[in-house]
């Protein structure tokens, strides 16, 4: 349907200009440990406008046409993208609109995005616990658009599903519209007043909507970014579906501490001889999947948690003498420590080679 087009009555910018996604540098994982592997940035640009090597992950202007779908492949909110659905309020409760601008090209008006994929399951899941039940959703034909190979809308919207429904919530109810009857639909719920407001005050509200829905947008949805998806509903008994399952092979495991000291949320951690895992923590940002030199923690998207603790074994390391902790139990071998396990225990730290 052409390239899309202005907002209308010219309030806003143009999606290639200040709209592009944001980096928050403290949030993705290249910060927290050099090796990290992720590149779903990199990977979900259909346009190839994500730069990654060993000095720097940037954004290429050039090549970036601000269509979001970076936003919800970050595992950890990092990339904040420009658009959101819109929510009215209609027969009492909250509804969201959101189209694509290759089905209705007037990109900037309430609720028109570039792309209905970059509606990831965070952004899902914050609008289900804001009390939203519908969806009403119009998209062209994802099968001719170069951004159809990213992850659909669809997928996201199982996932929420599997999630609320395992909570025991009814999953919200999507619809899909032609261009014509969303924004119809759209707009008549865009022009239902409020309860309280006289007709001046209606109409006030009306004409600055469209500049508060920028603000909003910044300081509501996108704030909330780096929310693992697990904590939008966290788990409250056993045998309950969440985003992220991580677990150990306690065989495999040396007790270094590694995976715990760099998770950026916590999801594992050590308390009191004990590694706790916390699936509603997880991200799958993968840091202690590459942090793990002997491959012993595993991620599973969309699964039961299988583990929530390890129990740890102290030991004292036979070679430097030091005190350690292993999950292996008392005969189970790990009589060094990680340390000298690496560096060959039997050598001499202190000897100068010729």
């Known amino acids: 349907m052409g390239e899309p087009g202005l ?30 592997t992720c590149r779903a940035c990199v990977d979900a640009c259909p ?10 992950l940037g954004i290429d202007t050039d090549r970036c046409d601000a269509c979001g779908l970076c936003a919800p492949a970050c595992p950890q909110g990092a990339v904040l993208d420009a658009f959101a659905p819109v929510t009215y309020r209609v027969g009492g409760e909250p509804v969201a609109f959101a189209a694509c601008e290759r089905a209705l090209p007037v990109i900037g ?30 998209r062209a034909d994802c099968r001719s658009c170069p951004r159809g190979r990213a992850t659909p809308i669809d997928t996201h919207l199982d996932a929420a599903r599997q999630i609320l429904e395992g909570r025991g919530l009814a999953p919200m109810l999507t619809v899909f519209l032609s261009p014509e009857h969303w924004s119809r639909a759209q707009g008549a719920a865009a022009r239902q007043p409020k309860p309280g407001l006289d007709r001046r005050a209606f109409f006030r509200q009306a004409i600055g909507s469209a500049v508060d829905q920028v603000v909003r947008r910044m300081e509501g949805e996108m704030a909330q970014r780096g929310i693992p998806p697990g904590r939008y509903f966290p788990t409250t ?23 715990a000291r760099l998770c950026p949320e916590g999801a594992i951690r050590v308390d009191a001889d004990t590694y706790r895992l916390d699936a509603d923590a997880c991200t799958g940002c993968r840091v202690c999947v590459d942090v793990c030199a002997q491959r012993a923690v595993t991620i599973e998207g969309l699964a039961v948690p299988t583990q929530t603790e390890v129990s740890l074994h102290r030991r004292r390391c036979r070679a430097c003498g030091v005190s350690f902790h292993t999950p292996k139990p008392d005969g189970a071998g790990a009589s060094v420590c990680p340390v000298c396990t690496v560096t060959s225990h039997h050598r001499r730290l202190f000897q100068v080679l010729d």
């Not at 907002?7 to 290249?30: D, Q, S, Y």
């Not at 346009?47 to 720097?56: I, K, Q």
Request: one cysteine or more.
């Open 7 to 36: 907002r209308r009555f010219g309030l806003g910018p143009e999606p290639g200009e200040v709209l592009r996604p944001e980096v928050i540098a403290e949030r993705c994982v290249h910060s927290h440990l050099e090796q990290a």
């Open 47 to 56: 346009r190839g406008a994500f730069v990654l090597d060993d000095e720097r």
């Open 109 to 138: 008006e309430p609720g028109i995005m570039p792309c209905l994929h970059a509606l990831g399951l965070r952004h899902l899941l914050a609008l289900r616990r804001d009390g939203v039940a519908r969806l009403v959703f119009s």
């Open 237 to 259: 008994a056993p045998g309950q579906v969440v985003p992220f399952a991580p677990t150990i092979d306690v065989e495999c495991c040396t007790g270094c501490d590694a995976c």
